[in-house]
């Protein structure tokens, strides 16, 4: 697995510096720097993200109904 990949929702600014729109930070970062959330880096006026394509929840939930066996669990995933 790639460790860094570059992120999507950003734009570089004619210095260099890129601005994240991802989240209401709207992050201004230099080169070699890194946002708010410390997860985005900005390489040379692209930004990179560490955590593309990670699990960042696992939860099994119960799912009930008719045509579903009763109490059987589903894994759900969120990816960061
Ligand atoms: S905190 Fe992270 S995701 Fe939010 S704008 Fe800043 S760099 Fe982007």
Do not use: Q
């Amino acid at each position: 697995m790639e460790i860094s990949h570059e992120a999507a929702f950003y734009e570089t600014s004619p210095d260099g510096r890129v601005v994240c729109s991802l989240c209401p930070h709207d992050c201004r970062i230099s080169d070699g720097g890194r946002g708010a959330c410390g997860v985005r880096y900005n390489c040379a006026g692209k930004l990179y993200t560490l955590v593309y394509d990670s699990v960042v929840a696992r939860t099994v939930e119960v799912v009930s109904g008719s045509w579903w066996k009763k109490g059987k669990g589903v894994i759900i995933e969120r990816v960061g």
